[in-house]
């Protein structure tokens, strides 16, 4: 993904986020620890990132609940990114009765609509009114998939991924 703002272009990259102020010529990666981003968008007057919040094995291998993947957003252009995402680790045990589903859970979409950042993981969808800062479940996702997020105006769609 590639969103831009104000002169400022925030990129996805393979190791985190990349950033320019002068038209693209020149790039700069700004945020790394979160890994591979996969998502970037700008919503008043903040971007905000998706990223799959690698971490090393062994740290997953010991955190078998672990959230996977990390939301971000910058209110400074990009320069500096503090995590959003500390609110959605209480979601983490959503649906875990069912057999087949894995105890991570993954981040896979975060958009705005009207006042309310939503957040999509495998468990369901999240909304939260503070900009992430606590989070609440409006959509238990049934059986383990990817929805995507799209906005318009006020309203929030869902669209279930199915495949590659």
């Known amino acids: 993904h590639l969103v831009a703002s104000d002169g400022v272009m925030i990129g ?13 010529e020149h790039w700069d990666w700004v945020l790394t620890e979160g890994g591979q981003a996969s998502q970037t968008i700008y919503r008043q007057g903040r971007f905000f990132a998706v990223t799959n919040g690698v971490h090393p094995w062994k740290d997953e291998a010991s955190d078998p609940d672990a959230l996977i993947g990390n939301l971000y957003t910058s209110a400074d252009g990009g320069k500096t990114w503090q995590r959003m995402d500390e609110g959605l680790s209480a979601f983490r045990y959503v649906n875990l009765l069912e057999e087949d589903f894995s105890r991570e859970h993954y981040i896979n979409d975060i958009e705005q609509a009207g006042e309310y950042l939503f957040c999509s993981l495998d468990t ?41």
């Open 124 to 164: 369901g969808i999240y909304r939260s009114a503070d900009l992430g800062k606590t989070w609440n479940l409006v959509f238990p996702a049934s059986g383990r998939r990817s929805l995507n997020l799209v906005a318009s105006g006020k309203v929030i769609y869902a669209v279930a991924v199915i495949g590659c």
């Open 12 to 24: 996805s990259g393979f190791k985190g986020l990349l950033r320019s102020t002068d038209g693209g």
